[in-house]
């Protein structure tokens, strides 16, 4: 079993940055990946980043450039900088854990981007 909890989220302006933090607890030592997603309204969830236990990376196209996920095992916590935000940034974005073949999902926080 694996718990993750997210943190901040907020309003933003275009042009402007967050971070997103994942902190992720329980079996944490089987998580093979972690990963952010986003759904914004009307639309399907989709992946923005991934990081493997050992920090091989990957973006989407739409994120890359602006958006660098990133992990730190000690903290078992996985970030997401995200620079240059755009409107069509605006979703609820939620981290995933991928456990033993099993992905976990945390509550998710509302990121808004006003132009």
């Known amino acids: 079993q694996v718990q993750l909890v997210e943190s901040g989220g907020g309003l933003v302006q275009a042009g402007g940055s967050l971070r997103l933090s994942c902190a992720a607890s329980?079996?944490?030592?089987?998580?093979?990946?972690m990963g952010w997603y986003r759904q914004a309204p009307g639309k399907q969830r989709e992946l923005v980043a991934s990081?493997?236990?050992?920090?091989?990376?990957n973006h989407a196209d739409s994120v890359k450039g602006r958006f660098t996920i990133s992990r730190d095992n000690a903290k078992n916590t996985v970030y997401l900088q995200m620079n240059s935000l755009k409107p069509e940034d605006t979703a609820v974005y939620y981290c995933?854990?991928?456990?033993?073949?099993?992905?976990?999902w945390g509550q998710g926080t509302q990121v808004t981007v006003s132009s």
């Open positions: 990081i493997t236990r050992g920090g091989s990376t």
């Open positions: 995933n854990a991928l456990h033993i073949g099993v992905g976990y």
């Open positions: 329980g079996s944490i030592f089987l998580i093979s990946v």
